[in-house]
Every structure is written in C-alpha cells, then in structure tokens.
C-alpha cells in the first residue's frame, strides 16, 4: 500500500501537499482528543479512587483549552464543599 502511494506521488507531485495538511490535521486532532481525555475534569478514568473528579477542581484551575479575558488567579471560591 505505502509502494502505492509512493508511486502515484512521484507521478502527481501536487498531491504531496494534500497528504502533508491531512497528516497534520490528524495528528493534531488525536492530539486534542488525547488532551481530552487526560486533562478534562468531565472524564472520570480512575472511578474507584477518584469518582468525581470535578469536586476537586479549585477556582484558579485552567481546564478549558481557550479563554478570552480570563485571568484565573484571581477568581474566588463561591460554591459549596462536597
């Protein structure tokens, strides 16, 4: 299969671009599906030590990707402890 693509890249170079942005929006998507599954407070891997995780989320942790003027140091503590 990868002869095959090798060939047809040698006789239609113009495709060499297509493969080079697919591979990269792949890898970067797994790369943020992978963030989501490790860094997210909604994903519970560990259920018997941990089974919920979000309770233990303090009002300065970061857990969205991007915020736009957000400063998170300086938010304060306004829900209950469970």
């Known amino acids: ?9 040698r ?3 113009a495709l ?4 080079f942005f ?6 970067m998507s797994l790369a943020y599906l ?3 599954g490790l860094r997210n407070p909604d ?3 560990d259920r018997k030590n941990n089974p919920e995780p979000w309770n233990k989320l303090g009002p ?3 857990y969205k990707f991007f915020t736009v003027n ?3 140091s300086k938010l304060k503590k306004d829900r209950p402890d469970f």
């Open 34 to 36: 992978a963030r989501l």
């Open 60 to 62: 300065t942790d970061q």
């Open 43 to 45: 994903v519970c891997w």
């Open 1 to 9: 299969m990868l002869a095959t693509i090798r060939r047809q890249l």
């Open 16 to 19: 060499i671009p297509l493969f």
């Open 11 to 13: 006789h239609h170079p």
């Open 22 to 27: 697919i591979g990269g929006g792949t890898c």
């Open 70 to 72: 957000m400063d998170y």
